[in-house]
């Protein structure tokens, strides 16, 4: 199945957006602006002409961005008469017909149990100490129970889903506190309205092996905890309703084991460190890994839903489907951390905020390692993460809004099939795909990935539309090394608003960054192969900087610090993988802080890009001929709006 075909079929099934298989799908309004907009095909295929020497249309089209920012605000303000066509209003969608059905809460007669709260979260928000001052996690045994005498393998979906629903006490009581939770096929965990699942913030809770302290602690690796909601290797479960779901990451930890020596201490004696403490001290400090919770875990399985439910204070990452087939993340909150831990400081002095709180990811799809024992789960786990959805969400945190992985080795599977639409996001890394992005299961033959030059990727078939990232120190960006890499191919962004803040810690922010130096490390062999990868109806409205790096193992940057041949050793000949990158209507309102071109293939679309690409001995440019009649910017008058109230 070649790309094209691919992308069809995604979108028949009411994944992805693409304008060019709308008529094929039979029930979708091609002729509608909004989808036109949305879906507008990659310009790259439209007759070109080598950039040798730019002509004077091109060279206008490729005018350092301070000049087009006069004539192109942020919202334009055309006369009625303008004969532009209006560009693509970012953000206002409600309602996508190329999107399948929005999930629904469950019907009355699907509820299995029903489980009133019996804990009281003060007004900021948090719980008082005394909520667990003498069992760490309360509800865990009543609330596991339920789940598990509800378990439905039998469902063929949401609507034949049971569900146990967590609700209000008779006396105004709204919070539960578990520890690690496992749910089974066919069931939906329903919080409702005004009610919260709080984490419990012992890391005995978590613990992989019981009686071994795991969680909680520093080391080399990261795999010591359960998360608190785990699905492994089951199907068509979910998580929903207009509740919460709140991890505790800044609360000081307790232990259900008396004068545990693995509790570990503020400096000073000060209270119990946080589990963003032990973020900061493992990631900035002793430059190892923290062994924290993640809030939702879901692996090797199939079909799972999340469903309008608010996930705040993560430990570490909110939600992460790992080998996955089939995942819907819809009207999704995240939000971390709160007012309340703002209010707060970590062990060094530090306000929590999105900065202190590390690896906080919001979304990070995933592949996984081979598959070896698929007990109750019909059919072949291969390890793919594919056919994932994530609509309508809004995510703020302290790492990667969105991260779509590939595995760390060539035994991993693959990602592929997911869509991004209709989202926001705010403070975070950004919408990115990588670091790891290595897998191809072994060179396996797979009907849904098409080699490229004869070459498996190991992510392919991303489509992110209608994107506002407002406030991320990155925002699109694609990111990998040579030791954990493979090709990344056929990734489309179109109509995207962004708005980069002025600084962040971690130096200048990136509105587009596409590199294969992410991280200084050795050679394994597994070289970065960035292909096909297609902007239309982008749009940033500051200042910001850029990067579009190809992979070249003579490059400088690899004689950096931190970078090692390992035992692989420099390749002979050296390996050049160009990257591949078309760019229509894209448009910068202010002059690039920084600009970095090397080891590229660009490609230009008549609606042509402000960002001031240049053709050099290591970057070639080829540019459509220019149109009167291209599109105009994307509208981002209505995109930044404040992060919706959580309810």
């Known amino acids: 199945m070649n790309t094209r075909t691919a992308l069809s079929a995604l979108a028949c099934s009411g994944i992805a957006l693409l304008a060019s298989t709308l008529n094929a799908c039979g029930g979708s309004d091609a002729s509608s602006p909004q989808v036109q907009n949305a879906a507008a095909s990659p310009q790259a295929d439209a007759p070109a002409q080598a950039d040798v020497t730019p002509s004077a249309s091109a060279a206008s089209a490729t005018a350092p961005a301070s000049a087009a920012s006069a004539a192109s605000p942020a919202t334009p303000e055309a006369p009625a008469s303008d004969p532009t066509p209006a560009g693509f209003p970012v953000g206002t969608t409600a309602y996508d017909p190329a999107l399948p059905p929005e999930p629904s809460l469950p019907f009355a007669p699907q509820v299995c149990a029903t489980l009133p709260a019996s804990l009281t979260a003060q007004a900021n928000g948090l719980l008082p100490d005394s909520a667990d001052a003498t069992d760490t996690a309360p509800d865990t045994a009543r609330i596991q129970a339920a789940l598990d005498a509800c378990k439905n393998p039998s469902s063929s979906g949401l609507a034949t889903n049971k569900a146990v629903r967590l609700v209000p006490g008779a006396n105004g009581e709204n919070a539960f506190i578990a520890g690690a939770l496992n749910l089974s ?8 309205t005004g009610v919260t699942l709080f984490a419990s913030r ?3 809770r978590y613990d992989k092996v019981k009686g071994t302290a795991s969680c909680g602690i520093i080391t080399a690796s990261d795999n010591g905890c359960l998360a608190l909601i785990n699905a492994s290797k089951i199907a068509n479960a979910a998580v929903m309703g207009d509740g919460v779901i709140d991890g505790r990451g800044g609360s000081p930890l307790v232990s259900s084991v008396a004068n545990d020596p693995n509790l570990m201490q503020r400096p000073g004696g000060d209270g119990t460190m946080s589990w963003w403490d032990l973020g900061w001290m493992a990631n900035k400090v002793l430059n190892q890994a923290q062994n924290n919770p993640r809030l939702i875990q879901i692996s090797n399985g199939r079909n799972f839903t999340l469903y309008r439910v608010t996930l705040q204070n993560a430990p570490k990452f909110h939600v992460v489907p790992s080998g996955v087939e089939g995942f819907t993340a819809w009207g999704v909150k995240i939000y971390t951390p709160t007012a309340a831990y703002e209010a707060m400081k970590n062990y060094l002095g530090m306000p929590y905020s999105p900065d202190t709180a590390k690896n906080t990811d919001g979304i990070d799809p995933a592949s996984s390692g081979p598959i070896t024992r698929n007990p109750g789960n019909p059919g072949k786990l291969t390890g793919d993460a594919s056919n994932m959805l994530i609509a309508y969400t809004h995510i703020r945190t302290g790492d990667d809004n969105i991260a779509i992985k590939g595995g760390t080795s060539t035994t991993n599977g693959r990602t592929y099939n997911i869509t991004v639409a209709h989202s926001r996001f705010y403070s975070g890394h950004g919408m990115s795909i990588g670091s790891e992005t290595a897998g191809t299961d072994n060179g396996t033959a797979n009907a849904n990935v098409t080699p490229i030059d004869g070459v498996l990727p190991s992510v392919s078939n991303v489509n ?6 407002d406030g991320a120190d990155n925002g699109l960006r694609i990111k990998s090394d040579w030791s954990r890499s493979g090709l990344v191919a056929d990734i489309r962004y179109s109509n995207v608003c962004i708005r980069t803040p002025e600084s962040s810690p971690d130096g200048k922010p990136q509105a587009l960054i596409f590199s294969p130096y992410y991280s200084p490390t050795k050679n394994n062999g597994l070289y970065p192969n960035f292909r096909n990868i297609a902007l239309d109806g982008v749009r940033i409205v500051n200042a910001s900087s850029y990067t579009f790096q190809g992979f070249n193992s003579a490059s400088p940057v690899l004689q950096g610090a931190g970078w090692s041949a390992g035992s692989v050793g420099w390749p002979n000949p050296p390996v050049g993988n160009p990257l591949s990158i078309s760019l229509n209507n894209v448009v ?31 970057v070639s440019i080829t540019r459509a001929a220019a149109h009167a009649q291209s599109a ?16």
């Open 185 to 192: 096929s066919g069931v939906t965990l329903w919080i409702d």
């Open 464 to 469: 992110v539309y209608d994107l506002v990232i």
């Open 588 to 618: 910068a309102d202010a002059a690039p802080l920084n600009f970095t071109v090397a080891d590229a293939l660009v490609t230009i679309g008549e609606g042509g890009t402000t960002l001031p690409f240049r053709a050099s001995d290591s």
């Open 202 to 204: 012992d890391p005995r």
């Open 632 to 647: 105009a910017p994307v509208d981002c008058s209505k995109a930044f709006t404040p992060f919706p109230a959580i309810r």
